[in-house]
């Protein structure tokens, strides 16, 4: 198959491959790698997937990572990321990355932040120190910490919250987003993987013609990053509220962006709700532009939002109930520090082809765990994070069927 | 070259394949694996070298692992492991593994130890219960564990002790190495791997010739455990007097081991007393059996007492020290933490070729450990075992390159 020029994206691409119902099986190139969609992004706050490396993630099929920019920001602090060549230099990790604004992560914060229209001015959780994100220097921020995909500064409305609290932060939210664009835009060439890119390759590339260029790509399976800036994603708020979230949805799409976030939802209210604030604001979205939504879930929640339509989804849940010994099998969640595991010889998950479920027994397991064992925390990490990858792919796998059995079956379908 | 039948240890055999000074390079054979010696044995106190999983260490070349009998006897009990085929099948290790009797642990409980002629009664250090350790109940232990080699039981005298305390610490350990072995040879066929191999095997093996029974062993790389069980290992003990190590000694040897340990070092005492003390004591054991170095040291030290004659050596420096941001590197040993290291792109160790030091710049490490990262002891814990096993490689190639070079240039010295 010939490769287009086309797939060398200036930021992003997105194709989608197949539907399903509203559910997309999709392909999103990036500036680092491509990315199979409908796609589960594993946490690495401080870049690090808390006690996995980068090549177990590789080799689990991990094919873009979250970092957090609040914490980032703090811990090394962004220069020195910048230096390192970004994020993907400074961890050492080659395929696509995409960062939050910092906004999430200031809104936890409570007590510790004021929101004014120019921003949001915090104290440290680490040494009550003060700062002040606003969408400039959030875009700053994460410029130069060099995700792929970064994401607009907004304002994660609290729950639950009145409906006039809700709009004036959907208001301030859309404020912002406009701010956040604007200097992106501005400033997009200063990614330090361009910049370090185009140093490394410019010699080169200045003898090369397309085709030679575009033969690198094949080869290398990577897109040529020389020209390539990140790419910005809006994020849709408006709280609890459908008519709002509509509101939202339609003027973020105005203002425009690569990709769109249903951000403001996993903070405290039913899943019921979330799920139809997910299904009625998916409605408002661009088919054609990536669907992230934010924080969430379980397993079957991520399986059920990716065949609503959500392509990306982030959450700690896989990792920080890792490190709490409750694991997710093909079985339902369990807790491994369960003494009825003590004398258990087989697998984590029959069902798992993980290299902890390959190799190391439940009693073995809950021996690490108990005993407060550093590896718990590893192979239990190992295998949600595992697990979590796999519930997408099989997502992906029955999308990719089912419009197949579709297209197939038409033809000899009877007529009623 | 042809296997010979001789290379079905029953449980251990030890060939010297080269020598340089007092040095040795040789080649251990256990039910279970080749370990090339001399040898350092990364510490995997719980079933676990803590953060590191058992394929990453089969990666760095580890050929031998220790466990903790107290530990081990504590949580998860010898019984669960028994269970599960010994340590080798809990932990998923086919490689071999050595257990210490728990003569030492219960020696550092201080306070919470009682010793009497029978034995020694302590309280754990996990919730204050109530335990005994006789040179029996040690070898049932440690048969239960189904470790490869397992060691006597021993007091470890304590430091500074005077002469007479010393030398009845001495006798005691004396008579309980006797008691020891007559445990071990009226118990050692219920070894968990020999009986659940054996069972495994029986009856295809019924219907083999020895021919072909050889054969699988030459292509497993494994040696044929149905027959086999572990080796016992004695230790000499003797404080820092050079006669007392020697009556020692010669007494352990008189009652016959299948290697021999030196105990009761690395106790407070100067390390030049330590040399001396291991260099004297070497003197007196047969040079064909393995010498085992317990508890030591730093990779100065190791390399040192290998050169002497030592063959296998064991220490929670590499792995503890790691956990502590404190790497060992061919330019001296380096602290993480400290700021200098905040933008420095390069390796931890330029000289390394360890999985850490290939891809992760001293930046990153630092910033690991700075912000309390998991990762930061799983990858510390790697360079450092690493580094160790390379420091044993070195010192094994330069004997065996010591002796070729000696042979070589023989008939052409002058002679003088």
Same mark, same amino acid.
């Given at each position: 198959m010939a490769v287009q020029l086309e797939s060398f994206p200036v930021s992003i691409q997105f194709q989608i491959e197949a539907t399903s119902g509203l559910g997309r099986a999709g392909r999103l190139l990036t500036p680092h790698s491509e990315v199979e969609t409908p796609v589960f992004m594993p946490v690495g706050t401080l870049g690090s997937v808390k006690g996995v490396s980068q090549d177990v993630l590789e080799e689990l099929g991990v094919q873009i990572l979250l970092g957090n920019t609040y914490h980032l920001y703090l811990r090394p602090g962004v220069e020195t990321v910048r230096r390192m060549g970004g994020l993907h230099g400074f961890m050492s990790w080659e395929r696509s990355i995409l960062t939050d604004s910092g906004g999430f992560q200031v809104f936890s914060l409570n007590d510790l932040r004021k929101v004014s229209e &120019?921003?949001?001015?915090? @104290? *440290?959780? %680490?040494?009550?120190? #003060?700062?002040?994100?606003?969408?400039? $220097?959030?875009?700053? +921020?994460?410029?130069?910490?060099?995700?792929?995909?970064?994401?607009?500064?907004?304002?994660?409305?609290?729950?639950?919250?009145?409906?006039?609290?809700?709009?004036?932060?959907?208001?301030?939210?859309?404020?912002?987003?406009?701010?956040?664009?604007?200097?992106?835009?501005?400033?997009?060439? &200063?990614?330090?993987?361009? @910049? *370090?890119? %185009?140093?490394?390759? #410019?010699?080169?590339?200045?003898?090369? $013609?397309?085709?030679? +260029?575009?033969?690198?790509?094949?080869?290398?399976?990577?897109?040529?990053?020389?020209?390539?800036?990140?790419?910005?994603?809006?994020?849709?708020?408006?709280?609890m509220d459908r008519e709002l979230r509509r509101e939202s949805a339609l003027r973020t799409v105005e203002i425009g962006f690569a990709g769109y976030a249903i951000g403001g939802l996993s903070v405290g209210e039913p899943r019921e709700v979330t799920r139809e604030i997910v299904e009625s604001t998916l409605a408002h979205l661009p088919t054609d532009k990536p669907h992230y939504l934010m924080g969430v879930g379980t397993p079957d929640e991520i399986a059920l939002y990716a065949q609503m339509g959500v392509d990306m989804m982030d959450c700690v849940l896989p990792t920080r109930a890792a490190r709490h010994g409750l694991l997710f099998t093909s079985e339902g969640k369990i807790s491994i520090k369960q003494a009825r595991f003590a004398q258990d010889g087989g697998p984590l998950d029959p069902g798992c082809g993980c290299r902890v479920c390959q190799r190391y027994s439940r009693a073995y397991l809950r021996h690490l765990y108990a005993a407060n064992e550093l590896l718990a925390q590893v192979l239990n990490t190992i295998h949600n994070v595992s697990f979590y990858l796999d519930t997408m792919r099989a997502v992906r796998h029955s999308i990719l069927l089912g419009d197949r059995a579709h297209f197939l079956s038409e033809p000899s379908r009877p007529k009623s």
């Open positions: &120019e921003g949001v001015t915090f @104290r *440290s959780h %680490l040494d009550g120190s #003060s700062h002040f994100f606003s969408p400039e $220097s959030a875009m700053e +921020a994460q410029i130069g910490l060099g995700a792929d995909i970064i994401m607009a500064f907004d304002e994660c409305t609290e729950f639950p919250a009145d409906r006039e609290r809700v709009r004036s932060s959907m208001e301030l939210t859309l404020r912002w987003a406009e701010r956040s664009k604007k200097y992106f835009e501005e400033h997009k060439g &200063e990614v330090p993987w361009g @910049r *370090s890119r %185009l140093s490394a390759v #410019s010699s080169q590339e200045n003898a090369k $013609s397309l085709d030679s +260029a575009r033969d690198d790509n094949q080869a290398g399976g990577r897109t040529n990053a020389s020209a390539a800036t990140q790419a910005l994603f809006g994020i849709v708020q408006g709280g």
